[in-house]
């Protein structure tokens, strides 16, 4: 894979997880890992996630959710999206977002 073929696969990514979330990896960590963080988010943490019907809503706030609980740490990044695969209710609990469905809205880092 090419610098470019790379750099559209990240970009494709971001635009795939939208405003709201690449704002939050940008706002977390470094540049460094930015690329990484997008790209994990979007191919491990999406629509196929297990029990959840295709809803964009629960997809942000799971993707949300799963950042606040990395605290900016790639391996934590992995490990929160691990879970959410078992069972993305998890996530939300862990990240105090369960009860309110509008809370990672109101989070930013």
Same mark, same amino acid.
């Given at each position: 894979? !090419? ?14 997880? &939208?405003?709201?979330? !690449? ?13 990484? #963080? ?16 295709? $809803? ?15 605290? &900016?740490?790639?391996?934590?990044? &992995? $490990? ?12 939300? !609990?862990?990240?105090?977002? #369960? $009860? $309110? ?9």
């Amino acid at each position: 894979m !090419t610098d470019n073929d790379a750099k559209q696969s990240v970009h494709a990514a971001a635009a795939a997880l &939208g405003e709201a979330i !690449t704002r939050r990896v940008a706002r977390l960590f470094p540049p460094s890992d930015r690329a990484a #963080a997008i790209l994990l988010l979007a191919s491990e943490c999406n629509e196929d996630l297990p029990f959840l019907d295709n $809803d964009p809503g629960t997809i942000e706030r799971v993707r949300a959710a799963c950042l606040k609980l990395s605290e &900016g740490s790639l391996e934590k990044l &992995g $490990d929160a999206v691990s879970l959410s695969n078992t069972d993305w209710r998890d996530v939300l !609990t862990a990240a105090n977002f #369960a $009860d $309110d469905p509008t809370a990672h809205l109101r989070w930013l880092p």
